[in-house]
């Protein structure tokens, strides 16, 4: 029970890594605030809130809702993100702004409006949801990219702005993960994508969920400001 009644906020709690990483949570005594842009039932959740995370004003909202009940703020998990894909020849100012606008400005407004609670609780945690493709870029994914590697940035400036007032600030870079994000891949592609990992397969959303816990536990007291590859090895 490594967060046993922590108040901890899961973004992109509906599914896939997201929705694993409620019921590990859950599972480790932790109080999990699930949000959303769409509504449903979540394994785990303690809460559930249906915000999009682009609208700064639907983010205030849920954080005040969630101090309001429960005054504190230990762990914020930014997982929620999206892909729309093309080369950049291809790319439309649409489909670069709407990744940009969940992947980047998204984290950035649930992080900015969770960082004065934790720095005057003196403790907090906020991890990031980076990408392999935020470590080494990605055919097609010009904006993905962008924002993959954007992450990385605010994980290195806020672990530097927030590490004096006791919060740690860390990202997670995995490779490929079964959740409905890669659905549309077709299965050529996957076994491709199974034959470049050293593992021979691809990871499950629990296996990404098991080390945003571990981050988010006092186990990880010491780490600040890096990015953990989980990637069963792919980029060797
Ligand atoms: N699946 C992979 O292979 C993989 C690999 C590396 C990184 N990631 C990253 O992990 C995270 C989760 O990936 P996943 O595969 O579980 O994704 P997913 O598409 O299965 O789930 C994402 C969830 O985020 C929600 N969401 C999207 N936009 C939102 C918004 N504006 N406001 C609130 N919620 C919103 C969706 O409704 C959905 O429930 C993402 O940031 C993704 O980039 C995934």
């Keep these: 029970?490594?967060?046993?009644?922590?108040?901890?906020?899961?973004?992109?709690?509906?599914?896939?890594?997201?929705a694993a990483t409620c019921a590990k949570f859950a599972a480790e005594g932790a109080t999990v605030i699930a949000v959303d842009r769409r509504a449903g039932v979540i394994e785990g959740?303690?809460?559930?809130?249906?915000?999009?995370?682009?609208?700064?004003?639907?983010?205030?909202?849920?954080?005040?809702?969630?101090?309001?009940?429960?005054?504190?703020?230990?762990?914020?998990?930014?997982?929620a993100g999206i892909t729309k894909d093309a080369r950049l020849v291809?790319?439309?100012?649409?489909?670069?702004?709407d990744v940009i606008d969940v992947n980047l400005r998204g984290v950035f407004h649930c992080s900015q409006a969770v960082a004065g609670t934790m720095c005057s609780q003196g403790s907090g945690v906020i991890l990031n949801a980076s990408s392999v493709v935020g470590l080494y870029g990605?055919?097609?994914?010009?904006?993905?990219?962008?924002?993959?590697?954007?992450?990385?940035?605010?994980?290195?400036?806020?672990?530097?702005?927030?590490?004096?007032?006791?919060?740690?600030?860390n990202a997670v870079a995995p490779g490929f993960v079964e959740t409905p994000m890669i659905a549309t891949v077709p299965e050529k592609v996957l076994e491709q994508m199974r034959e470049q990992v050293p593992l021979h397969r691809l990871a499950k959303p629990s296996e990404i969920a098991s080390v945003y816990a571990?981050?988010?536990s006092d186990d990880a007291s010491?780490?600040?400001?890096?990015?953990?590859?989980?990637?069963?090895g792919m980029t060797l």
């Design 90 to 97: 291809k790319m439309t100012i649409e489909q670069f702004d």
């Design 214 to 216: 571990f981050l988010a």
């Design 222 to 232: 010491y780490i600040n400001g890096t990015v953990i590859e989980v990637s069963g």
């Design 1 to 18: 029970m490594r967060l046993k009644s922590k108040i901890c906020i899961v973004t992109g709690a509906a599914q896939g890594i997201g």
């Design 138 to 169: 990605n055919f097609g994914q010009t904006n993905y990219a962008a924002t993959k590697f954007g992450v990385i940035g605010f994980t290195k400036t806020w672990s530097r702005e927030l590490g004096p007032k006791g919060v740690r600030v």
């Design 45 to 79: 959740a303690s809460e559930t809130f249906e915000v999009d995370i682009t609208d700064r004003a639907q983010v205030d909202k849920m954080v005040a809702a969630v101090l309001a009940r429960h005054g504190r703020i230990d762990v914020l998990v930014n997982n």
